[in-house]
């Protein structure tokens, strides 16, 4: 499974373009990359899925190059209730089984937005 | 609406006691995993399982057993439970769908131990 490297924390100030990069050289053919936000005390939710090139929502958009060694993850005009941990998860989706459906979290990165 | 639900939001425990952590999906996942949460070391994988019957160690399975006998339940078991195993316990469930990677998680169990 291909290890992914984060920034441990960032901060950012309200209404400002937040961008969490997140380096997986090892990711292979068949993963994709997936971001989840935890708050305190809470489970992880997920934000956003891709595979290549540019995906967003109504949340965030992800940018992955061609290569797609590395990815980020866009969170547009940031307000205080965007502090929470982001986490970047490579891996197969669903359709395997065993090994192929592990699903495996780093450290995160945590995100403080001030006034 | 989705629901993963686990049967504690906390438990405290003796050194040495047989402790169950249940967790329910309601979304007839084949997948389940359960992890641990603990201060700066993220999310760790305990156990997964992806189907019934069916399961495979994580990361960190040491002093701990799951058992998957139906398909919308998968139970977590700290066989002697010991201080170290103190932490937030966070299940979730996942479908096996091959373009999908979504994950749905509860709303935790924080275990302690004394």
């Known amino acids: 499974l291909a290890k992914t490297t984060q920034p441990i924390s960032m901060d950012s100030y309200e209404g400002q373009e937040v961008n969490i990069t997140c380096s997986h050289n090892?990711?292979?053919?068949?993963?994709?990359i997936t971001w989840y936000q935890q708050f305190p005390s809470q489970g992880p939710r997920f934000i956003i899925q891709g595979y290549k090139t540019k995906v967003t929502n109504e949340v965030a958009s992800l940018f992955i190059p061609a290569d797609r060694k590395s990815s980020t993850l866009s969170l547009p005009r940031v307000s205080l209730s965007d502090t929470a941990v982001y986490y970047c998860?490579?891996?197969?989706?669903?359709?395997?089984?065993?090994?192929?459906?592990?699903?495996?979290f780093g450290t995160g990165t945590q995100l403080k937005v001030e006034l | 609406d989705v629901k993963v639900t686990q049967s504690s939001r906390y438990l405290v425990k003796r050194t040495g006691e047989k402790v169950f952590l249940e967790c329910v999906q309601d979304?007839?996942?084949?997948?389940m995993f359960w992890y641990r949460q603990d201060p700066g070391l993220g999310l760790r994988l305990i156990y997964f399982?992806?189907?019934?019957?069916?399961?495979e160690k994580g990361d960190i399975p040491e002093g701990y057993s799951v058992s998957r006998e139906k398909k919308e339940r998968f139970s977590l078991i700290l066989e002697s439970a010991s201080t170290n195993q103190t932490s937030m316990y966070l299940c979730?469930?996942?479908?096996?769908?091959?373009?999908?990677?979504?994950?749905?998680f509860g709303q935790g169990t924080r275990l302690t131990v004394v």
């Open positions: 979730a469930s996942r479908d096996r769908d091959s373009l999908n990677t979504e994950a749905f």
């Open positions: 979304m007839d996942h084949e997948n």
């Open positions: 399982s992806y189907d019934v019957k069916m399961k």
């Open positions: 090892n990711i292979a053919t068949n993963d994709y």
């Open positions: 998860l490579v891996g197969a989706a669903g359709g395997l089984t065993g090994g192929g459906n592990k699903l495996t």
